[in-house]
């Protein structure tokens, strides 16, 4: 079966069929044509379509999850269901079973907001769930406003759950944010022992993931110290870019880099052979300091993914929520068939039964939580002027679970 969608991906897929008309909508890269990896992750169970996603060539993946359910499939974080997304699927389809439900399981991801309403028609005859409390900033926009027909749409929890007889369905949340909340409603799916999640917990391996071979050109725009520096297309290129990909998707703006001057950056663009739009014409406004090397090892794991909170989720999202996140885990480590965790961001799928679940409480625990030092005081900054400016609540407030 892997084969045969290798097969559809490589040699039946036209740029065409790449196609996001809607990516003005939320303008990230690669914008209007998203190429799309397919690997399956358990055997006849859990299968995985990847597209990448960011901003100046900070792109890191995004993952639609495909499950086995009774009859057919159920789709978990939706993804732009380009021609070639749709295609793989259909795919699956043939041999497993018509997709049965649809599934967006945060409240906030605009990211995966977005494609549902393309995915639900895609796919009509499917059920459609979401996460309760959906909200979006600065403009509260109804589902339906974004094409997620009403008739179908069911809420997660307040009107029961998808496919009870082999999914268990456990919440992170709610818990308040002041604009709005974070709530994110995992699913394990019993089968296959994989526990399905959005940000709560991503694993980073220090190989760059497998979606970049459709298009390298973030990862070796990156791999450079200057901006009249060619792209070399190389493995030790590509592992040096993606381990700055990864600090710059973690703290946004990692310790060790600094910005150089305009004049400094305007001297060194615009050289032969990078004028065009692939190299942003040598504009390159980054500066790596020595010990780089060793922030971004200590986000990603060699022998496997790096299990962690992801940094921006911590600092940002969850500062003072730690307590939230250990009454989660707790959830998880009744599990008894829990194996796996398959989440919508880098590695997939990462070993994960009771014994990591305990490993990561005890981690925990006993290192500092969000601390603003370091490769985190940007982080830290931008939630202590959300905090002056009242936008998010201190910690009092955010003790307290939000309501609909």
């Known amino acids: 079966m892997y084969g045969t969608l290798n097969c559809v991906a490589a040699s039946g897929i036209q740029s065409e069929n790449q196609t996001w008309p809607w990516w003005p909508l939320l303008p990230l890269y690669p914008y209007g044509r998203r190429a799309t990896h397919f690997e399956e992750l358990i055997p006849g169970q859990v299968w995985s379509l990847e597209q990448l996603q960011g901003v100046y060539y900070v792109a890191v993946p995004i993952r639609l999850t ?12 939706p993804l732009p269901p380009t021609g070639e997304l ?89 818990l308040d944010l002041g604009v709005g909340r974070f709530q994110e409603v995992s699913c394990l799916h019993r089968p296959s022992g994989a526990l399905l999640v959005t940000d709560a917990l991503v694993g980073i391996s220090s190989e760059p993931p497998k979606v970049f071979d459709h298009d390298p050109t973030p990862l070796l725009f990156h791999a450079r110290e200057r901006g009249d520096q060619p792209l070399d297309d190389t493995p030790d290129n590509r592992r040096r870019g993606w381990a700055r990909l990864v600090l710059f998707a973690s703290y946004l703006r990692p310790e060790p880099l600094d910005v150089p001057g305009l004049l400094q950056v305007i001297q060194q663009a615009f050289r032969p052979g990078l004028r065009n739009a692939r190299t942003h014409f040598g504009l390159y406004p980054f500066a790596w300091k020595p010990g780089w090397r060793d922030s971004a090892d200590a986000l990603m794991g060699d022998d496997q993914p790096r ?20 009454t989660w885990l707790a959830q998880l480590e009744q599990l008894a068939d829990l194996r796996w965790l398959v989440p919508a961001h880098y590695s997939a799928p990462l070993v994960f039964s009771r014994q990591q679940v305990v490993q990561l409480k005890e981690h925990l625990l006993t290192r500092p939580w969000a601390p ?33």
């Open 307 to 326: 299990l962690q909170v992801a940094p921006v989720l911590e600092r940002l999202v969850l500062p003072r929520e730690r307590q939230a996140l250990l």
């Open 66 to 77: 495909v499950v086995k359910v009774p009859c057919g499939l159920m789709l978990v974080n």
């Open 86 to 174: 749709r295609a793989l699927i259909r795919t699956l389809e043939a041999e497993h079973g018509p997709v049965r439900s649809i599934v967006l399981p945060t409240a906030s991801g605009l990211e995966h907001k977005l494609p549902m309403g393309p995915l639900a028609r895609a796919f009509p005859d499917a059920d459609l769930w979401v996460c309760p409390g959906q909200w979006s900033f600065p403009v509260q926009l109804p589902l339906s406003w974004l094409g997620v027909p009403a008739s179908r749409t069911r809420v997660l929890l307040d009107d029961g759950v998808p496919h009870p007889e082999v999914c268990e369905w456990m919440s992170l949340g709610p």
């Open 372 to 404: 603003s030092e370091g490769n985190w005081e940007f982080l830290g900054s931008i939630d202590q002027t959300l905090l002056d400016l009242g936008v998010v609540p201190d910690s009092a407030k955010s003790s307290t679970r939000a309501d609909d």
